[in-house]
């Protein structure tokens, strides 16, 4: 066993795992999980720039995670950061400053690389099972960009694509700083136009049309915050549990219902969702919409909904 603790610093969120890994089992023992929201993305589609405050916000949270690994005593830590700090001019005051905070260098990896770890850590639990047999099309929806990784026991095509539901949401549903309530038919489509163009260049890479009927075999298996949500909204659940999350089945039904009821609530409604987290209130209807329109290109009748993702994945890099 190895003791290693993956930092995934994306444009919504930062996460931690610290986990005991043991390579000769695929076993991935799990000590401590834990995401904060600190939209480390606000404002980068536009500025290009990191914001001080969002700075702030994710040097707070990897104060916190600091302490948790050193209590842990993790033998080996990996930071990788994605989207936001890709796009962003200043991207070296982000470095030094969580350098100076957890003493790694925070690696600001590609979409290739991210679309890898993804894939990992999603199916290597599920490879050789038979209740979710492969080949598989894993999609990483995150707050700045979206992954697309088809694969068996391995990656065989991978792509990276920005669209995001922060992106998404700053760049079509924001009117001065302030986000549409419940968004316009116009704005809607808008979005929908940007994932449709996004998909279209994935699929120069990964094959997507119609690769999720039935009759081809893959399983299309979805990660990352819009997609638990949507899941926990679908299991009706009185709070988020991500045990009944894990693996459940979503169909494209309930994608399309929920999708729609998102897109027109209002704040308030969405904030009252018993498994809505605060920060994704805002943006969980461009997430959900990228979302349905995977699944509507790809032909799935349903999502295999995983908790496990590139956070698992780069825990087994190091493993």
């Keep these: ?18 986990a005991d890994a043991d390579p000769a089992t695929g076993e991935l023992i799990e000590l401590d999980r834990r995401m904060k929201i600190v939209r480390l993305g606000q404002g980068v589609d536009r500025t290009g720039r990191l914001a001080p405050e969002a700075l702030e916000r994710t040097f707070a949270a990897c104060r916190e995670y600091a302490e948790v690994i050193r209590e842990l005593g993790a033998e080996r830590v990996r930071f990788v950061a994605t989207s936001a700090s890709r796009d962003a001019e200043n991207r070296e005051e982000f470095v030094h400053g969580v350098m100076e905070i957890l003493g790694v260098e925070p690696e600001v990896i590609t979409g290739d690389q991210e679309a890898e770890f993804s894939f990992t850590g999603a199916t290597k639990e599920l490879t050789g099972r038979s209740h979710v047999p492969g080949p598989y099309l894993v999609v990483d929806i995150g707050g700045g960009s979206t992954e697309f990784v088809e694969g068996g026991e391995g990656v065989r095509a991978a792509r990276s694509v920005d669209i995001g539901c922060v992106r998404l949401t ?24 940007d994932v449709d163009t996004a998909l279209d260049l994935a699929e120069r890479t990964v094959p997507l049309t119609r690769a999720c ?10 990660l990352a915050g819009s997609v638990t949500t949507v899941a926990g909204i679908a299991l009706g659940l009185a709070e988020y549990e991500s045990s009944a999350i894990h693996h459940s089945r979503i169909t494209l039904d309930q994608v399309r219902e929920i999708t729609g009821k998102l897109l027109g609530s209002t704040h308030d409604e969405r904030a009252r969702i018993p498994v809505m987290h605060p920060g994704r209130v805002d943006v969980i209807g461009a997430g959900a919409l990228i979302l349905l329109s995977i699944m509507e290109r ?19 890099s190091i493993a």
């Design 1 to 18: 066993m190895t003791r290693v603790a993956a930092v995934d610093c994306g444009t919504n969120s930062i996460r931690l795992l610290v």
């Design 170 to 193: 700053e760049r079509h549903l924001a009117v001065d700083g302030r986000i549409t309530d419940p968004p316009t038919e116009d704005q809607i489509a808008a979005i929908k136009r």
């Design 213 to 222: 009927r039935p009759a081809d075999g893959h399983a299309l298996v979805g």
């Design 298 to 316: 790809t032909g799935a009748e349903e999502v295999v909904v995983s908790e496990h993702d590139i956070l698992d994945g780069i825990a087994w």
